[in-house]
């Protein structure tokens, strides 16, 4: 129900006044010992005084059985009397409180493009960036109230001339592509470090690791020495929440050599679509291994 329409109604049912009003209009009402002469209802068409109430699918009173279905403009629903038989004025007001919860609500819900409530439905990236309690370090819902929306992943147009299963990464949009069929890609948000935008070219995914363990480069070390306890003579740092590398690393090789180029998950979301101190090639650890399934070995890659 409409808020026009309530507050047509709500002075009949709040108000003794109205009652006195239908009475005076209609007094045979008053004729208890004539029973057939006495309505036990009155036309909501009459009461509010000759105007039609259109738009309206069904109306329910609390207290009463009484329900009639609207179906065309002319056709108007009835009220019981205030004069029926154990219709009082509290079942007056609670019908009034009904009415009102109903319009508000009405008034606050999703609607589709008629106008009409929509069911709520639950986004899509919710389930997308949910919890992963079944990885070896389960793994939080993503706060996509962080990200950038166009950064979420997402099939898009990508017209392209490279075959289908290259990666792209694209460092001016900080966007990476895996190429589908008919001019199609999946399309991921990724942030950037230094070393990411240091090498460009064409290479090869040489080997894959899930929840790998991190090594940083001696160029790394020798900038930040309190890394040294993660150089590979120490062994490097052990998989976990707190690795540089997240959930999944891709590495990147080229001519048979170590590019010592990386794509790798991250735990911090505020980094997507933004350039950041170290590193390379950062996905959201949903992101990544979801294109960790998705790449073999020997996939080739083209940086731009």
Request: proline share 9%.
């Amino acid at each position: 129900m409409n808020i026009p329409v309530f507050l047509t109604l709500w002075p009949l049912f709040d108000s003794i006044r109205e009652q006195n009003k239908v009475l005076q209009r209609y007094p045979f009402m008053m004729a208890r010992n004539r029973p057939s002469l006495c309505p036990s209802k009155v036309s909501l068409f009459e009461a509010v005084g000759r105007r039609p109430v259109t738009g309206l699918a069904h109306l329910s009173l609390a207290g009463t059985n009484q329900v009639k279905t609207m179906t065309k403009d002319n056709d108007f629903p009835t009220l019981p009397s205030p004069l029926a038989k154990g219709f009082s004025r509290r079942h007056m007001l609670r019908a009034g409180g009904l009415m009102l919860a109903s319009a508000s609500l009405a008034a606050c819900g999703p609607r589709n493009r008629a106008g009409g409530l929509n069911p709520v439905t639950p986004s899509p990236y919710a389930t997308m960036y949910g919890p992963l309690p079944q990885e070896r370090f389960p793994l939080d819902a993503i706060n996509l109230a962080k990200l950038n929306e166009k950064f979420l992943r997402r099939e898009v147009t990508y017209p392209t001339y490279e075959k289908v299963g290259t990666l792209i990464v694209d460092t001016q949009n900080y966007y990476l592509y895996l190429v589908l069929e008919n001019n199609r890609a999946i399309r991921y948000g990724v942030g950037l470090g230094r070393a990411g935008f240091e090498w460009s070219g064409r290479a090869v995914v040489a080997r894959k690791a899930a929840w790998p363990t991190w090594t940083p480069p001696a160029e790394m070390i020798a900038r930040e020495p309190e890394l040294e306890k993660w150089s590979w003579k120490n062994g490097g740092m052990p998989p976990g929440p707190s690795n540089p590398l997240g959930a999944r690393a891709l590495y990147i090789y080229q001519d048979g050599r170590d590019t010592l180029y990386r794509l790798h998950g991250t735990a911090e979301v505020w980094s997507i679509g933004k350039a950041v101190s170290s590193g390379c090639v950062r996905l959201l650890n949903h992101d990544i291994i979801d294109l960790y399934q998705r790449v073999p070995n020997q996939s080739p890659i083209v940086v731009i």
